[in-house]
């Protein structure tokens, strides 16, 4: 099987880095719009001019006031025709990739099998380590959540034998 070439477009690193407001980690102001600015040129979608002139919007609370985050920022989505058709792209490109795999399988079944034993031989050193990692770290948590349990039950202890070893005082103005 030839592996077709907007799958192999796709593993090439391009170097551009956006750096305006992103909708599924793509710049919406350099891709999002201009893509589906063509795609209404040619007919494809129909999204309304008003969703491409203001893709962002200014997010309102249920009671209708305008909704602010924690940090005193007001709070923008972006146009709901927009994220609509981003979720569908993101739907359809999953399965898009779903589906080429798929195919692979099914055409190259030992080569597949071959290079998923290759990945898990690969990655056991790395899963090893880490494991072997992890349970020293949990090992030391513990050793230090039992020192410190174990410091205050004797600051404890030794704060009742003092309560105990301190003679009560006579009450003010009682003599004998």
């Given at each position: 099987?030839?592996?077709?070439?907007?799958?192999?477009?796709?593993?090439?690193p391009?170097?551009?880095?956006?750096?305006?407001?992103?909708?599924?980690?793509?710049?919406?102001?350099?891709?999002?719009?201009?893509?589906?600015?063509?795609?209404?040129?040619m007919?494809?979608?129909?999204?309304?001019?008003?969703?491409?002139?203001?893709?962002l919007?200014?997010?309102?609370?249920?009671?209708?006031?305008?909704k602010?985050?924690?940090?005193?920022?007001?709070?923008?989505?972006?146009?709901?025709?927009?994220?609509?058709?981003?979720?569908?792209?993101?739907?359809?490109?999953?399965?898009?990739?779903?589906?080429?795999?798929?195919?692979?399988?099914?055409?190259?079944?030992?080569?597949?099998?071959?290079?998923?034993?290759?990945?898990?031989?690969?990655?056991?050193?790395?899963?090893?380590?880490?494991?072997?990692?992890?349970?020293?770290?949990?090992?030391?948590?513990?050793?230090?959540?039992?020192?410190?349990?174990?410091?205050?039950?004797?600051?404890?202890?030794?704060?009742?034998?003092k309560?105990?070893?301190?003679?009560?005082?006579?009450?003010?103005?009682?003599?004998?």
């Amino acid at each position: 099987m030839e592996t077709p070439q907007y799958i192999k477009s796709l593993l090439i690193p391009n170097g551009k880095k956006p750096a305006g407001r992103r909708v599924w980690s793509i710049d919406l102001e350099t891709v999002w719009l201009p893509f589906f600015t063509s795609t209404n040129v040619m007919g494809e979608t129909a999204i309304a001019p008003d969703a491409l002139g203001a893709p962002l919007r200014l997010a309102y609370n249920p009671d209708g006031s305008v909704k602010f985050s924690r940090t005193g920022r007001p709070v923008t989505k972006v146009a709901k025709e927009l994220a609509d058709n981003v979720k569908m792209i993101r739907e359809n490109f999953t399965a898009t990739l779903q589906s080429y795999a798929n195919s692979v399988i099914t055409e190259n079944p030992d080569g597949y099998k071959a290079e998923v034993e290759k990945a898990r031989q690969a990655g056991e050193p790395i899963v090893s380590r880490d494991r072997q990692n992890l349970e020293q770290a949990i090992a030391k948590l513990r050793e230090q959540e039992l020192a410190e349990a174990m410091a205050q039950a004797e600051a404890k202890s030794k704060g009742k034998a003092k309560a105990k070893a301190e003679p009560e005082a006579e009450p003010v103005g009682v003599t004998s």
